[in-house]
């Protein structure tokens, strides 16, 4: 497994008591790295603005890229920039392209991208909800242009509703986009009535239903579309604020409810897609609870590995 991230993705401060602080991240890493000491870690490159123009519209990557932010600039009343927030967002989305290449390569199997800002809010045309570019989104769009691929999935845990990789990929056969989120709950998309192409899937979750409604859901709904699918990749939104301790949701899952997803969706892509899944770090906001998921996490990719 290979581990992409960069010092960059710390530098990215969208404010005092924001819940996206770089302090999520250095969680992640020090947990990680203490319960992986073998993990073969990355830097991730900037992404190239051809790459996030495969999703994103020019109006938004010149509003993240071009204007200079001195201080804080704030995009809405969630989202806002530092001076080194540009630079955190192309390392971001970087990071996830250069994980695909190296899987499709056969450097690896898996790949996780420890890196912020998050991405799955972002749509094609407005950053929101923390988010700034999708970086999953722009490594899915990479794995069909750059490798030919025709059937990569994005299969996201987080607690929020992906709305932007949605909004991105909801009329691209190509792509499939799964994903379990608690309703009702910020950005309120997200029903199971809105399959695309036929290639959305969504399970809705009521608040403090727990890890048997969570797996339910999988197990019976979103497994089960990913199996058809075929997927050829498979991109992982791995948000852990489900997690019970997370300030900003109500799920109660634990961390062996991610460990078991992660296992599931890596045996799947075994079957189908030669192992290849790239995970990419979206939400999660209690510190304590990031660092025993991610480290669960990784454990539930390598056991299927």
Known sequence: MLLYTHP??????PGPGHPESPARLEAVLHAVRAAFPQLAWREAPAASREALLRVHGKALVSSVLDIETDGLRRLDDDTAMSPGSAEAALRAAGAGIAAVDALMAGEARQAFCAVRPPGHHATAGTAM??????S??????????AHGLHRVAIADFDVHHG?????????????????SHQAPLYPHTGLPSERGVGNLANATLAPGSGGEAFRAAWRDTLLPELEAFKPQLLLVSAGFD???LDPLADLALEPEDFRWISHELAALAGRHGQGRVVSMLEGGYSLSALRACSVAHLHGLRDAA
């Open 8 to 13: 960059a993705c710390l530098a990215h401060d």
């Open 129 to 134: 909800g923390f988010c700034l570019f999708n």
């Open 136 to 145: 999953v989104a722009v490594a899915a769009a990479h794995a069909v242009h």
């Open 163 to 179: 709305n932007g990789s949605q909004d991105i990929f909801a009329g691209d056969p190509r792509v499939m986009y799964v994903s």
């Open 242 to 244: 489900g997690h019970r």
